[in-house]
């Protein structure tokens, strides 16, 4: 009981999100329920609703994050390296790499929402679409910087090479990959950037 008064409701929502994404990278986003979460912070499930109006509401805030996490690794991954094609290589590496070390958290990201299933779902938060245009930027100025991409077509570009690089990442970790005439996700990274981006090299 001496934690509920210690607690403040920004520590008491800090607490809820901790766990939720410690329970999200050990059982999945199916082992998030409002009970395994109530025991791991030690309240009772109805405090959480206190907090968020319910799990998908948390589920924002754990893979908004995540998506900062990804943007941290990708940014650290990429500041050591020239500002050549090596790294764009660079940034598409630490992307796959990413979901490889965090696989569960990063399959939540892409997870179904509840809510986004009906035709008036609510709207992603403007803070957690500001986080993916963050994400974006990193990309394209990344092409305009090695790669002398004008800003339309770093930003036409980005959206198509992550949406490729999704792909391969996907077929990786599901162990798929193969069914493509795949084996190695890194070399199949290296052709689809050497053969896109040939032409501003």
């Known amino acids: 009981m001496s934690r509920r008064k210690e607690c403040t409701p920004q ?15 050990q059982h999945g986003r199916s082992g998030l329920t409002a009970r395994a979460l109530a025991e791991a912070i030690h ?35 990429i500041a050591i390296l020239p500002t050549d094609f090596s790294r764009v290589r660079g940034l598409a590496y630490a992307y796959a790499d990413f979901a490889h070390q965090n696989l ?35 990309v394209e100025t990344t092409l305009i910087d090695c790669l002398n991409l004008s800003q339309p077509a770093a930003y036409s570009s980005a959206r198509l090479l992550w949406a490729c690089l999704h792909g391969i990442t996907v077929l990786s970790l599901n162990g798929t990959l193969g069914l493509v005439g795949a084996e190695q996700p890194y070399a199949m990274i290296d052709d689809l950037l050497e053969q896109y981006l040939a032409r501003y090299l």
């Open 11 to 25: 520590q008491l929502k800090e607490l809820i999100l901790s766990n939720a994404g410690r329970i999200i990278a």
């Open 43 to 77: 309240y009772s499930p109805g405090t959480i609703y206190n907090v968020y109006e319910d799990l998908d509401a948390l589920m924002v805030d754990v893979n908004y994050e995540t998506l900062g996490r990804l943007q941290m690794y990708c940014q650290q991954k």
């Open 104 to 138: 569960r958290a990063w399959e939540a990201v892409y997870a179904p929402n509840r809510k986004m299933e009906h035709d008036n779902a609510p709207a992603l938060p403007e803070y957690y679409q500001q986080r993916l245009t963050d994400i974006f930027l990193v």
